[in-house]
């Protein structure tokens, strides 16, 4: 997955909040997380919900549809990169 310029300082609790407002466990997003450290975190296979600091589906579908958007990757490949995670 490629990383761009947009990423550096993208914060995904702001991103969220900005785009999901209603959705008051956006605010349990840890927030200094970035989507340039969630494409770190998923290259590494580590755990995404972690570095998010929320253990919520809907939560980590939206940042991952904004990651393919940004990224300009496709969502499966998001997708796939978290599920080997659990492999590891």
């Given at each position: 997955m490629r990383e761009t310029l947009k990423l550096k300082?993208?914060?995904?609790?702001?991103?969220?909040?900005?785009?999901?407002?209603?959705?008051?466990?956006?605010?349990?997003?840890?927030?200094?997380?970035?989507?340039?450290?969630?494409?770190?975190?998923l290259n590494n296979y580590e755990d995404v919900y972690e570095y998010i600091g929320v253990s919520d589906s809907l939560i980590r579908e939206r940042v991952f549809w904004n990651l393919s958007e940004i990224t300009t990757t496709e969502y499966n490949v998001i997708y796939d990169l978290w599920l080997a995670s659990a492999d590891v």
């Open positions: 300082n993208m914060n995904i609790r702001e991103y969220y909040l900005a785009n999901f407002p209603t959705d008051e466990l956006g605010n349990e997003i840890n927030p200094s997380a970035t989507f340039d450290g969630l494409v770190r975190v």
